[in-house]
């Protein structure tokens, strides 16, 4: 008999990540600049935040994430056939931090970046998506990795106490699935922008531009108004095309920029705060590598397992913003 009901899913066959060994607290940066520990706790629930050494660059994190990834899917590099790096800190114009990564693993297939800011990891996590529905894939590495710390003004206290450094990385493999809710794998993916917003978060330089590479800008108040409207209606978006309740969501792993933002969405989604994955506190806001760092020590402590519904959501640069509801 034909069956007529099997589609292709991508499914997270593995989850691994990387963080530079330098751990930089709210005290220290309080002996830098005008702050203090207890602002940053207060507006951002930020403790610390780790900062790469000279040596790991966006494209040695996001190898060591990748490799970690394969490693916990139990697949090798011949398993490979794209790779996508959600950064916008990446090491150099081109090449690519992706055919860099691919090199260093010993990949075959193709790769690229993508540039959507903190939203990188969700925007890269679709397009992995596509291309394995579409056949062009089986086995998709999908990696966040970035070095804010290269970016960041040191003198403007409104942002550089808000971010840090290190990479994420999911192993997504081609499967099967039903075409319903209960199918393992990436159930929906859903992306968004407006560039009417671009100027509210920026880089005010260029990579490969030695004299101005440029320092992130950010009117933080707006963004944060802007963050908590948009991803509310984003997770809302993605249970209604699933047509799954709220009470289906097993564990939200949201982009890491602000606990008080991470907190708005996990009660508008009535999940208690134990289900809500937060890293933002020991990592800060590591942009587009903040949400496989997430899943990565959720799925590794053993709070997320296999069967579970988890909803990622994130807003950055841009902007844009989208979610990935995906069953372990
Ligand atoms: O990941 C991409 C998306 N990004 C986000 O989602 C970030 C969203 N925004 C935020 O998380 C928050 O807006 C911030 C944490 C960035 C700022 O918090 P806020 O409650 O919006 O503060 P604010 O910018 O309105 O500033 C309040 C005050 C100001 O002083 P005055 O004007 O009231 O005297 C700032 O100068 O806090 C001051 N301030 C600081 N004080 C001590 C700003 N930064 C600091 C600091 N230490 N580090």
């Known amino acids: 008999m034909v069956k007529t009901d099997h589609i292709i899913r991508s499914q997270i066959a593995g989850i691994g990540s990387y963080l530079p060994a330098q751990v930089v607290t709210n005290e220290e940066l309080a002996a830098r600049v005008d702050t203090s520990d207890a602002w940053i706790r207060e507006r951002t629930g930020i403790r610390q935040r780790h900062i790469a050494a000279p040596h790991e660059s966006c494209a040695f994190m996001a190898t060591e994430a990748a ?7 139990g697949a090798h590099a011949s398993d490979v056939d794209a790779i996508i790096v959600g950064t916008a800190t990446p090491d150099q114009a081109f090449p690519s931090v992706a055919v860099r990564v691919q090199a260093a693993i010993g990949a075959g297939g193709f790769g690229f970046d993508l540039s959507a800011a903190c939203s ?3 925007y890269a996590l679709s397009m992995a ?23 960041l003004n040191w003198e403007d206290r409104g942002t550089c106490v ?12 081609a499967g099967e699935g039903a075409g319903r809710g209960e199918d393992r794998g990436i159930l929906s993916t859903h992306l968004h922008a407006n560039g009417q917003y671009g100027d509210m978060l920026y880089v005010d330089g260029a990579v490969g531009r030695p004299d101005r590479p440029g320092h992130l800008v950010m009117q933080g108040n707006q963004v944060f108004r802007h963050a908590v409207t948009l991803l509310s209606e984003t997770v809302n978006e993605a249970l209604a095309a699933n047509n799954l309740p709220q009470s289906a969501v097993d564990w939200l792993v949201p982009h890491q920029a602000n606990l008080r933002i991470i907190d708005g969405i996990g009660r508008k989604l009535g999940l208690p705060p134990e289900r809500v994955v937060v890293t933002v506190d020991h990592h800060a806001n590591t942009s587009a590598a903040s949400i496989p760092l997430a899943l990565a020590e959720a799925w590794r402590d053993g709070r997320i397992e296999r069967g579970q519904l988890v909803l990622m959501e994130a807003l950055g640069g841009g902007l844009t913003w989208g979610s990935a509801l995906v069953r372990m």
Do not use: C
């Not at 291309?131 to 710390?149: D, F, M, T």
């Not at 808000?162 to 493999?173: H, I, Q």
């Open 67 to 73: 490799r970690a990834a394969l490693a916990d899917a």
């Open 120 to 122: 990188g990891f969700i």
């Open 129 to 151: 998506d596509s291309l394995i529905k579409s056949g062009q894939a089986r086995g998709v590495l999908v990696i966040g990795s970035e070095v804010y710390s290269r970016i």
């Open 162 to 173: 808000l971010f840090g450094d290190g990479a994420g990385a999911v192993f997504l493999r």
